[in-house]
DNA sequence: AACGCAACCAAAAACGTTTCCGAAAATAAG
DNA sequence: CTTATTTTCGGAAACGTTTTTGGTTGCGTT
């Protein structure tokens, strides 16, 4: 591997000066200069990474945290979109991603696997499960790393964090039905930690009561962010034998699978009943019937995520934290109007 | 940052005794291995590990390529499940995973991002379009950098590559097609530089002549794995005004696009028209009609390109390469028996 | 008492940079 | 021709490790 060194061997003069050259300062003869740059061209040479790291403190990386649950990384269908926003930011200013694989490594936490590779921020991409260690995020809080999140409240100096407006959102989703003429509506919601679910839960709550319509603390289930336990909350709901017309689920994927558990049973959807998920995943518009559902805007949410972090890192302007995101209605074939006569 | 001096100078040894402790040597006496360990559980020290892949000249890192395209990098219907793979077993292998933003960088190239980095191997996951930098590949290959990649030939020492049986895979669908009564049967293609592109084109050719049904050139056209050409294509095809009752596409997406193309046109898939893909995508199974198509082995498709690629690294084993991974048909509703009566 | 052999540890070089500081050379000012 | 000022450059420390080499120390053996 050429080095430096080399270059300054091979041109007279010393390291210092070739590194003054490479990194263009401004004291060095321009007779010099050219030839140092021919020389390196010449060796081809390139700069390694790892040694300027190690006296810069700094690596040009951005690390990059997934729930270690299958189905939690790259192939998320949420996720999918917001990563591919962050890269796409994080690259613009000049930094790489390092994705963490965090397996085999016992005592390993955000923050120590943060400082051990030395990277210059992370971003916390975590599904439900991986929420709940808060022991790790109010490390990580107090760490002094440059971090944001989606979905995760992270507060701190050096932290920030980007979600949808799930309150909302889910209101628009009940409103929706409501106009459509429903009134028995169930909520399938996610899980009881994170903040997603509970602003959600609030959002069916507000518009049920926006709309004098009771809360029936019967209709709201768990379903986890799990498509089959979806489906089991949904047969327990069918059969408490309450005339429920319609069905809210805080995901899409919870929502395919309220849609098919109400099919196995014989229900039509949505000409018997209507069902509403949230996210818009890919998969929602290709389904059938084409779910209705509420859109966050998944690619804006990453690359605010990947904004403000880098704002954080480079201490440029005010944080402006937390940022929320407005969320879309988009009406598809799972919602009709109500057929029950009252 | 605490490092391995405090430790030293806290414990009173040298800081090659606390390096020797901490990696686990044989020979330091078990008094002063347990203060060490105390102190460096005290002191909170994790080490750096940018100082020691500058002396130990490895990172434990694997480097990651997309097109720089949009939709070929983690949004890419296909490398999605590939990518997770890739991180899984790297992951279990004790690697991270740094994905290369290769943004506003000039002259940079594969091998020369890859040696900056100092990463330990790479991945290459190039859609259509990337493949053509044949330059960069021939450099890389003779670089000495382990690397493997998806569907792109790679062929050196240190080079591996996994792809699918993309010749029988299309043989399968054209054979399918063939047992459904089909005679005159179009191709939509790739473009016509990826060995990828080549397999399925000699796929259905093959399959073609084995039952005796005569090729026609002007059956088979280039989509370039882009959903709006293959559009296009079967737009000229259908204007053609041959009797075309089956199309193959090399892609799920342009099978996507063939269909919508013929619905506008006012034929109906399956019973007018068939057609068949091939990937098998996640929204394959959702669109509708659902896509009769070739299933790639995604998840294995990355995973053996990470265990070649962990070979190489580490010098274990042959490589046995290419490795190419059966296919696999999967049948749905957008294929159906013959119509036409001839 | 002398020797050899373990066991244990320290010193120092090395990895490839950046960066501070000061010195030499060149130029300008007096 | 001296002095002051700029321009240009080299020396050396520093970043936090690993790893090689060699040196003590203590013990058992002759």
Redesign the pocket.
């Known amino acids: 591997?050429v080095?430096?060194?080399d270059i300054a061997s091979k041109a007279?003069?010393?390291?210092?000066?070739?590194?003054?050259t490479?990194?263009h300062y401004?004291?060095?003869?321009?007779?010099?200069?050219d030839k140092i740059f021919k020389i390196a061209k010449e060796l081809n040479?390139?700069?390694?990474a790892?040694?300027?790291s190690?006296?810069?403190?700094k690596t040009h990386t951005i690390g990059v945290f997934f729930g270690n649950k299958t189905n939690s990384g790259f192939d998320h269908p949420f996720f999918q979109d917001v990563i591919s926003a962050v890269r796409e930011v994080v690259g613009n200013a000049g930094y790489d991603l390092l994705v963490f694989t965090n397996k085999n490594k016992e005592r390993a936490t955000y923050t120590t696997l943060s400082k051990e590779r030395s990277v210059d921020g992370i971003v916390l991409l975590l599904t439900g499960e991986g929420k709940k260690w808060d022991h790790q995020l109010t490390e990580l809080q107090e760490s002094g790393i440059p971090c944001t999140a989606i979905d995760v409240p992270l507060v701190g100096e050096k932290c920030g964090f980007v979600e949808s407006d799930n309150f909302s959102g889910a209101k628009q989703a009940i409103e929706h039905l409501i106009s459509l003429g429903h009134t028995t509506i169930a909520f399938i919601g996610g899980d009881e930690i994170s903040k997603t679910s509970f602003d959600r839960l609030r959002g069916y709550q507000q518009a049920l009561m926006d709309h004098k319509l009771g809360l029936d603390p019967t209709l709201v289930r768990l379903g986890y962010f799990i498509k089959e336990k979806a489906m089991e909350e949904t047969r327990n709901l069918i059969e408490t034998g309450k005339q429920i017309t319609a069905f809210f689920a805080a995901s899409d994927e919870m929502a395919m699978g309220v849609i098919e558990a109400l099919t196995a049973i014989g229900l039509r959807v949505p000409e018997d009943v209507s069902v509403v998920g949230f996210d818009d995943i890919r998969e929602a518009a290709y389904f059938r019937p084409a779910l209705t559902t509420i859109r966050q805007n998944k690619y804006k949410l990453g690359s605010t995520a990947a904004e403000v972090l880098l704002k954080i890192i480079e201490n440029t302007g005010p944080s402006s934290c937390p940022v929320v995101l407005p969320c879309e209605l988009i009406v598809r074939e799972s919602t009709a109007a109500c057929s029950r006569r009252e």
């Open positions: 591997m080095s430096i060194k007279g003069v010393s390291i210092s000066t070739v590194s003054r490479l990194n401004a004291d060095v003869n321009p007779r010099t200069r040479y390139f700069p390694n790892v040694a300027r190690l006296v810069q403190k």
